[in-house]
């Protein structure tokens, strides 16, 4: 009995110690902890190269000065521009016989503008145009309709001589007289675009709409009607334009508004007989036409 018994308890011993003892295999090193363990032994050609980020850092320092510059260079032009502006602004409390001596005045001003646009075109034709126009854009804009409002008005002559009223200089006249290409499609350099002139004249008209009503208290009762035709024939032709651009298009189609301000004031005039005689011989046939069509 007692050897059964001791067999079976030292078959039973051998049975737990089996199940207890582990067993001891060769574990396998996974790649991802090859990785971690041989991060520090990756050949030096194999990180990114730190030259790269130096580079970009110096074309982007590059980028920032010469925004920097060209921002310079516009705001000498915003101040130029304001200056003949202030002095524009003058023609409706000025009477028309005295519009030689104030032009006189707004023609250097706008020398000064011709200088610091040739400075822009300086700085701005060394690089993309479409890169940084929109710095300068509404600058040039503003640029322009000095010139229109000053040749309208009889100044810029090509002999210095006033000129006579409701003259419209055109988009090749304005370059001539800022000294920078237009419409440039051949090469990318500073110039003056179609939708800047487009958008100056609309401008012009704006002004002109305002002067319309301001001659009437100095007694020039002419100049409405003037103002009336020459507005009526550019808005005319404005709408011989197929415009793609949609500030441009809304801005144009404002200009029927300037219209129509003018036309009142024209409108009250002739109601009071205080328009001249062949004034109102014109303002009669423009009138009718305006029926017809």
């Given at each position: ?217 100095l007694s020039d009762f002419a100049m409405p009607v003037e103002i009336s035709s020459f507005v009526k024939d550019l808005f005319a032709g404005f709408q011989l334009l197929n415009l793609k651009n949609d500030i441009l298009r809304k801005r144009v189609d ?40």
């Amino acid at each position: 009995m007692l050897r059964g018994c001791d067999c079976k308890f030292h078959c039973h011993q051998k049975h737990v110690v089996r199940k207890s003892s582990p067993i001891h295999r060769p574990v396998a090193s996974s790649p991802a902890m090859d990785n971690d363990t041989n991060m520090g032994e990756v050949p030096a050609s194999r990180l990114l190269d730190p030259q790269i980020f130096e580079h970009l850092k110096d074309k982007i320092d590059e980028d920032q000065q010469v925004r920097d510059h060209m921002s310079q260079t516009v705001q000498k032009l915003d101040r130029a521009i304001s200056y003949v502006q202030g002095l524009l602004s003058r023609i409706h409390a000025t009477p028309r016989e005295q519009y030689p001596s104030l032009l006189s005045d707004v023609q250097a001003g706008i020398q000064k503008e011709i200088e610091v646009i040739g400075e822009l075109e300086e700085i701005a034709s060394k690089h993309p145009y479409y890169k940084y126009n929109q710095k300068w854009n509404r600058q040039v804009q503003n640029a322009i309709f000095t010139v229109l409002l000053c040749g309208w008005l009889g100044g810029l002559t090509s002999d210095g001589k006033p000129g006579p009223i409701a003259r419209l200089l055109t988009l090749e006249e304005v370059g001539s007289i800022f000294k920078v290409p237009v419409n440039l499609k051949d090469r990318d350099a500073f110039h003056l675009t179609i939708e800047e002139y487009l958008l100056a004249l609309t401008d012009l008209t704006q002004e002109l709409s305002r002067l319309a009503t301001n001659a009437v208290t100095l007694s020039d009762f002419a100049m409405p009607v003037e103002i009336s035709s020459f507005v009526k024939d550019l808005f005319a032709g404005f709408q011989l334009l197929n415009l793609k651009n949609d500030i441009l298009r809304k801005r144009v189609d404002a200009v029927k508004y300037d219209v129509k301000r003018v036309e009142d004031v024209v409108y009250d005039l002739t109601l009071r007989n205080l328009i001249p005689q062949k004034k109102k011989e014109v303002a009669v046939a423009e009138s009718s036409s305006a029926q017809k069509a």
